[in-house]
């Protein structure tokens, strides 16, 4: 069964905590992405990789890093200086970055600050 | 500034009944543009993408519009099902790059019996 995964679905978080949100694709795809969702806005792109070991910041990196070891996965962390870290999660991925290729999204993860 | 506007916010409709969603955008230049369905709590799931060159494309019930003179695009939804009640997101490509994807904010359907 091909596609994308997010883990966990659901995650709390104290103030001043460090989270890091599991993104896991057997498609494989060079191109991954993380996307920030909130109510009454488009997408916003946090960080993408066009290749392992490389990545880069999208429009709202501050708070934020990732990791890319291994073409199959991009862990997203979530450190303690994005202040409004409380949003919907997006992960994505693409065979490239080129922007006729179609993004495949996971089921997301919707983090709670406490 | 790229920018892609959905109208409307939000809309509810019969079971059984057409419905027409409208996309305006200024992205250029332009590349692409793609409709995602997404349902209340899970990822977006692309229905269609139209190039410069096509004005429209189907995928089942689903019709998508464009008209790239104008800057306009729409989805039609035909005999709408209760499945079908989820957000439709317009999303707009530029030629040159990941860097330059726009999303728009979605439109909200309820589909009710």
């Known amino acids: 069964d091909g596609g994308i995964t997010q883990s966990p679905k659901y995650l709390f978080r104290k103030e001043g905590q460090n989270v890091t949100l599991s993104c896991e694709q057997n498609l494989n795809h060079d191109a991954m992405y993380w996307y920030r969702q909130d109510p009454g806005q488009g997408l916003r792109l946090i960080y993408y990789?066009?290749?392992?070991?490389?990545?880069q910041k999208g429009d709202i990196a501050e708070g934020y890093s990732v990791s890319r070891e291994k073409k199959e996965s991009f862990p997203l962390t979530v450190t303690s200086a994005q202040k409004n870290p409380t949003a919907f999660y997006l992960c994505a991925s693409s065979i490239d970055v080129r922007s006729t290729d179609t993004q495949y999204f996971g089921p997301g993860t919707r983090l709670t600050v406490l | 500034k790229n920018q892609v506007e959905q109208s409307p916010q939000s809309l509810i409709i019969l079971e059984g009944k057409n419905c027409t969603l409208q996309?305006?955008?200024?992205?250029?230049?332009?590349?692409?543009l793609r409709w995602y369905k997404q349902d209340t709590g899970r990822g977006p799931v692309s229905l269609t993408i139209?190039?410069?060159?096509?004005n429209t494309k189907s995928n089942g019930r689903y019709t998508a519009t464009l008209d790239a003179d104008t800057k306009q695009s729409s989805l039609h939804i035909t005999a709408s099902q209760l499945s079908d009640s989820a957000s439709y997101i317009c999303v707009v490509s530029a030629r040159g790059g990941y860097q330059k994807v726009t999303f728009g904010t979605g439109t909200k359907l309820q589909v009710i019996p």
């Open positions: 139209m190039t410069f060159s096509e």
């Open positions: 996309c305006n955008y200024t992205v250029s230049p332009f590349s692409n």
């Open positions: 990789s066009q290749i392992v070991n490389d990545f």
